[in-house]
């Protein structure tokens, strides 16, 4: 930790982004069982909130989005972030957070995740630890491997499990319509439907595979990048969810520029020209009946961070 710590105070409110991989490639899986990946990651306008309260142990409790299916007790990706900052800071104090969800669970937008980063930064300004930017990402890796990205939202290349991340220049903004399924998905069995279904074909590493996708970023072509969205792990995602299809072929006869499962899904994320035809895109989706729920989005945003 760092030694410039920041004044305590008796709550704070946290802001943390949902993500959109707008790439995801996955290798065979290694000895331990991971699927080394090479993933681009956009951070959206879909927020989980935090409120850290000063409080004689660590609980937490929840409003929104799958309420009532998260635990809330010490398995909860937040309360985990919570109590690993305590131990690493030598922190006695408790903290009661509040959760304001609204990335769907299981959804593959890393909704826990964005909790845990939230955790950390509410709790780091909470007992004033001064923890610098890199002990929590550090501690992001701990946690799980798509949080050190909700720290750092924006875009990302992501390696490793993707909690290896390198900054993506991006121009402009991208607009977004969301269809969030009745249903979540377990990321475990995506990845091993996906292992069932390659069989031993597993495609070789490509290191120019998302050539054009960076470009696209680079330059803010809306079309281009529609054209370079990829997930690995799609096809596996519309296996296990075969009604999801009808989501993604809804978007895409309603002129989304491009159309992608959002990580291990079920999330559908489509492509608008802009805010507007992100918009009807959006009301096809619902009035299709395709979605529980239907929103817009942009990206990127920032990561986790303090709100006045």
Not at 70 to 90: E, H, I, K, M, Y
Not at 146 to 174: I, Q, S
Not at 263 to 288: I, M
């Amino acid at each position: 930790m760092t030694s410039a710590l920041s004044v305590p105070t008796d709550w704070v409110r946290v802001r943390a982004p949902g993500k959109v991989n707008l790439s995801l490639r996955a290798a065979a899986p290694g000895p331990d069982g991971y699927h080394p990946l090479v993933t681009v990651f956009q951070a959206v306008s879909v927020y989980e909130d935090v409120v850290a309260t000063a409080a004689d142990d660590i609980t937490v409790s929840m409003t929104g989005t799958g309420d009532q299916i998260v635990p809330t007790d010490s398995s909860n990706l937040a309360v985990r972030a919570a109590q690993l900052l305590a131990s690493r800071a030598g922190i006695s104090d408790g903290v009661h957070l509040h959760i304001d969800k609204r990335v769907p669970v299981a959804g593959g937008m890393a909704g826990g995740s964005a909790d845990a980063a939230a955790a950390l930064v509410a709790t780091d300004e909470l007992w004033g630890t001064g923890a610098s930017r890199e002990d929590l990402l550090d501690l992001g890796r701990q946690l799980g491997a798509d949080v050190p990205f909700a720290l750092m939202g924006h875009t990302a290349v992501g390696t490793g499990r993707g909690d290896m991340l390198t900054p993506a220049m991006v121009v402009g903004e991208f607009h977004w319509a969301l269809a969030f399924a009745e249903h979540g998905l377990s990321t475990p069995r995506v990845f091993s439907a996906l292992d069932d279904l390659r069989g031993d074909e597993v495609p070789e590493s490509d290191p120019d595979s998302d050539i054009e996708l960076m470009q696209a970023l680079r330059t803010g072509d809306p079309h281009a990048l529609g054209e370079a969205l990829h997930n690995d792990l799609q096809p596996a995602a519309l296996h296990l969810l075969p009604d999801l299809g009808r989501t993604v072929q809804t978007a895409r006869d309603a002129g989304a520029l491009g159309v992608v499962v959002c990580g291990s899904g079920p999330t559908v994320a489509a492509l608008g020209r802009n805010r507007a035809h992100a918009q009807v895109v959006a009301a096809s989706l619902t009035l299709a009946g395709v979605a529980r729920q239907v929103v817009t989005a942009t990206g990127p945003v920032p990561g986790a961070r303090l709100l006045v």
